[in-house]
């Protein structure tokens, strides 16, 4: 199989997107033509991050004699303070946990909840002030409580080895001494700066130096927030949910017009899930249920399961077609279905059924679908970064975590070193979607940690952070193994595609898909591919970055090593000992 060299002269790619885009290596003798390098292997343990520091922290804490969850919320905390464009304390948190001892997978649910003081009546009021219908993606509005700490203590709870003091000290010493900022983070620092900015707090004293973000290169340090991993690993999880901390943002909210008090902080908590999964042929890919969207993957695979996507071939305009129209049939279910189960029931089992994606299967034509509706599942009920971590004893994590947009809503408490979450902008407003609005409530979250299991053991550990690219995204990189061959690392690099405009969770219950949406492709994809989706009736572009974060790590039970594959598109790395 080998990767196009067709001119895509037609379309003008910007240098963002050269950047962001696939890196092909025509001539590998491996003969490996979609991967940017090797696989990396080793035999004790694996860490796959999008820092390569962050990286080289979990590494450090396995040597240690930690163990892979150790390494996971080490290097969490290391991202968290050196990529704060796309995660932080701030926000919230999902996990899928192998452990080795039990020889099953667990679930974190680590999302937070709106204000409890916080009714639909004010934001409606709020929003009409504001000249809007939905919910703003900064400022005080859109907070809600960070889930992430509670999320790491709850891991290190059931599962951890080294002392929490042990596992944050490497981040202290960063946030103090400093750290060079990677190339794309800064990119993405200096995006974010203007438009957060004007927020209430010191976002400007925390996350600038001398009012510019921090360049290529250059030394960055962040006391403040080196200062709270101290408290955390001094008095736990308390010192931010029932501690000085805890005092400190309910008083800094009170005196800015915010809406989080101490009561909100004082009752979150995590919520361990069981994950749920379906087969696709022989191999059976793990997601968490909602209020997150991993269940789209699953849909999805469920409804490609009646497809030969081998005999397709890779990125033919036979395989993207039908994958996208599989996404869009998934995505008007994720739209309608996809909250927090606490407030409404989801029919899950019927989404993921196979005989369900059977029956959706069907409305997949040679045409691209203009209208596209959510199903009838009931009749079948029976800005994120992600890393990954692997240990000597088996275990595995699959974690992912986030500020939602960016960094999050720009609402920095003076001291604290961190950027509170705008997650609360997925919520719904309308009264009688399952998604709306409510106080003490979970808003629809798009990140999702995945997991492939094969004959009941442990094989690969993954995720493809960035909004709703992430099903699609797990979704690419499962068929891109399973029915093309790839390897751990090919599979990320293969130029992929992805499908916006369909639905989303913050629209109305009467919506559905009109348009048909539009697919963006990276350059790696033929252009006699994509004039053919054209004349299937899709709108096609070509994208400017947005394709995704992938790190994974692979259990090869044969020759008793781990496989480490890092995202070329990103600043990140894999590597082991």
């Known amino acids: 199989m080998k990767a196009s060299t067709s001119v895509v002269s037609a379309f003008a790619v910007s240098a963002l997107g050269l950047l962001c885009c696939t890196a092909l290596a025509y001539d590998r ?87 409890l003081g916080l009714s639909y009546d004010q934001v409606a009021a709020e929003l009409e002030r504001m000249g809007r219908t939905d919910l703003p993606p900064h400022g005080m509005l859109p907070i809600s409580v960070p889930g992430a700490i509670d999320g790491w203590f709850e891991l290190h709870q059931k599962f951890g080895q080294l002392p929490m003091a042990t596992i944050l000290q490497p981040s202290i010493d960063y946030a103090e001494q400093g750290f060079p900022v990677t190339e794309l983070i800064a990119y993405y620092w200096n995006r974010s700066v203007p438009l957060l900015s004007p927020q209430p707090g010191d976002f400007v004293g925390t996350f600038t130096i001398d009012g510019q973000a921090p360049r290529k290169g250059q030394i960055f340090k962040n006391p403040a927030l080196g200062a709270t991993y101290r408290a955390l690993a001094t008095d736990g999880r308390d010192a931010f949910y029932r501690g000085e901390l805890t005092r400190v943002m309910d008083r800094f909210m009170r005196e800015n017009g915010g809406y989080l008090r101490y009561e909100d902080f004082d009752q979150h908590t995590s919520t361990w899930v069981e994950p749920v999964s379906v087969d696709y042929k022989g191999y059976e890919l793990w997601e968490l249920p909602p209020n997150g969207q991993g269940i789209a993957a699953l849909q999805m695979l469920q409804i490609l399961k009646n497809f030969d996507l081998a005999a397709m071939g890779f990125n ?38 196979e005989a369900y994606g059977r029956e959706r299967a069907k409305l997949i034509g040679e045409r691209a679908a203009q209208r596209v509706d959510a199903g009838n599942p009931h009749l079948y009920e029976g800005d994120t ?19 939602y947009r960016g960094m999050g809503s720009g609402v920095v408490v003076p001291g604290l070193g961190f950027v509170f979450q705008d997650r609360g902008q997925m919520f719904s407003m309308d009264k009688n979607h399952a998604n709306v609005y409510e106080p003490g409530k979970r808003p629809f979250n798009t990140i999702i940690p995945a997991f492939i299991t094969k004959g009941g053991k442990p094989l690969i550990s993954y ?8 099903p699609q995204g797990h979704v690419q990189i499962l068929v891109n193994i399973v029915d093309y061959g790839m390897n751990l690392q090919e599979a990320g690099d293969a130029a992929r595609w992805q499908h916006l405009g369909s639905t989303e969770p913050t629209d109305g219950q009467a919506m559905y898909l009109k348009n048909g949406g539009y697919i963006e492709v990276e350059r790696g994809v033929p252009y006699s591919t994509v004039r053919e989706l054209m004349q299937r009736g899709h709108q096609v572009r070509y994208g400017l970055g947005g394709f995704g974060g992938y790190q994974a790590i692979m259990r090869d039970h044969t020759n008793g090593v781990y496989l480490g594959a890092s995202e070329s598109r990103k600043d990140g790395q894999a590597a082991g000992y």
């Open 29 to 115: 003798i491996t003969g490996h033509d979609f991967t940017s390098r090797s696989e990396v292997i080793a035999q004790h343990a694996m860490a796959a991050t999008s820092h390569p520091l962050a990286t080289q922290v979990a590494l450090d804490i396995m040597k240690q004699g930690g163990n892979a969850i150790d390494a996971a919320i080490a290097a969490n905390a290391a991202i968290g303070l050196m990529e704060p464009t796309g995660n932080g304390i701030g926000g919230d948190l999902y996990a899928i946990v192998w452990d080795a001892k039990t020889e099953r997978l667990y679930g974190l649910n680590g999302s937070g909840r709106s204000p």
């Open 316 to 353: 033919s305009a036979d395989s993207i077609h039908t994958m996208v129209e599989a996404k869009k049939l998934a995505f008007e279910d994720r739209a309608k279905f996809y909250a927090d189960s606490d407030f409404s029931q989801q029919p899950i089992a019927g989404l993921i059924s």
């Open 385 to 403: 970064i992600y890393l990954t971590t692997a240990d000597k004893d088996g275990n595995m994590v699959s974690l992912i975590q986030s500020n």
């Open 463 to 470: 995720g493809v952070m960035g909004g709703a690219m992430q």
